[in-house]
């Protein structure tokens, strides 16, 4: 049940009534979750989109460190439609919009080169999901998928639980379950600038990167997995030891080129499957504000926010390509056509869980 209203007020400087509408006739509105240590952030139920994290520098400075918009109407024009948005029914590509369930083809909407990205053309990041505030520190999002929606078969309900705790960790835990065989690989799209948002918003080439993940997907020239697992080692691909995302971003390697930079999914490291383990680490030297990731995912997508164009977002903050980097857990790519790679299969019956943190910090 959910509790009494809680103070929409935030560090963030968002105003809520520029957040609450009506969009397909459902409630839209700002949701801020804060923690004992200042921590704050701020969502909207529409597309269950991450606006704003405030974090503290070295100097306990709170900045925005996620790049967003300051009012529903300039979330639902974006440039980019995924910022900070939640991802589904299928995160990242799927080839030529084809895949094959039960013996039967199912067609999707081609959004992206020869591809499906990202769900379709209305996605989860562009549908209201209903919200219930918990406590200071919890909010629940529910969405139903009917079936079909988007060339998916299928009817799906998601649960999505954001949690802000008291270890700087901005916890994600995701459940669904179907009552027709059907895909499912939900991520978030957080694109994290650790340095703050500002006009411009700096570029990410600094940060320093670890990736626990000795293997990766290489792509074909539309960004879609040939199949292959590869091996890091010796490539620029390798973030198995500390590099700056700078480092090798503009290498005539033919993966750094397909990609226009990193765009590419990781083959995580992990003891057993399902684990909650560690991911990547991001440090942003200037700051010192350092970002932990967790999944229990097979997978985590770099991409280094190549395609951002400078366009303008929350108070006047503006977002030139490699102003951000993104760390999305994940199910690999295209996994419906490569039988070999980890399924995103979910029958009836079955539910599916997936657990993701982004925990925040500053280097010692």
């Known amino acids: 049940m959910c509790a009494m209203n809680f103070s929409k007020s935030n560090s963030a400087g968002l105003m ?53 918009h300051d009012s529903i109407d300039a979330i639902v024009n974006s440039p980019e439609p995924y910022l900070g948005a939640t991802i589904g029914r299928y995160g990242n590509r799927i080839a030529n919009g084809k895949f094959t369930l039960d013996g039967i083809e199912y067609d999707l909407a ?146 750094i080129v397909f990609g226009s930079g990193y765009d590419h999914c990781y083959v995580l490291n992990k003891k057993e499957v399902g684990e909650l383990s560690l991911a990547a680490t991001c440090v942003e030297p200037e700051s010192g504000r350092t970002l932990t990731v967790f999944t229990t995912e097979p997978g985590v997508q770099l991409y280094t926010g190549n395609w951002l164009n400078g366009f303008e977002g929350m108070h006047g903050a503006t977002f030139p390509a490699r102003s951000a980097v993104c760390f999305e857990a994940q199910r690999f790519p295209d996994t419906p056509n490569k039988p070999h790679f980890p399924s995103a299969v979910l029958k009836p019956g079955e539910k599916y869980t997936q657990t993701c943190i982004y925990q925040f910090g500053v280097q010692k």
């Open 16 to 68: 809520p009534e520029k957040f609450q509408a009506m969009i397909d006739d459902q409630p839209v509105d700002l949701y801020v979750l804060k923690n004992k240590n200042g921590l704050e952030l701020c969502i909207s139920n529409y597309g269950a989109i991450v606006m704003a994290i405030m974090a503290p520098d070295k100097n306990g400075k709170l900045e925005n460190v996620v790049l967003g």
């Open 110 to 255: 081609i959004n992206n080169g020869p591809n499906n990205l990202h769900g379709g053309l209305k996605g989860f990041n562009a549908v209201v999901w209903e919200a219930c505030q918990t406590d200071e520190q919890t909010l629940v999002l529910k969405y139903t998928s009917p079936a079909g929606e988007e060339g998916f078969p299928g009817t799906l309900d998601v649960t999505m639980t954001y949690r802000l705790t008291d270890d700087n960790e901005f916890r994600i835990d995701y459940e669904a379950e179907t009552d027709k065989t059907t895909l499912v690989n939900l991520t978030n799209h957080a694109f994290f600038n650790l340095a703050g948002i500002k006009n411009p918003s700096p570029s990410i080439e600094n940060n320093v990167v670890t990736i626990n993940a000795d293997f990766y997907t290489p792509i074909d020239s539309v960004s879609i997995p040939t199949g292959e697992i590869l091996k890091v080692a010796g490539t620029p691909m390798d973030f198995l030891t500390p590099h700056t995302l700078g480092e090798r971003i503009n290498s005539d390697n033919e993966q």
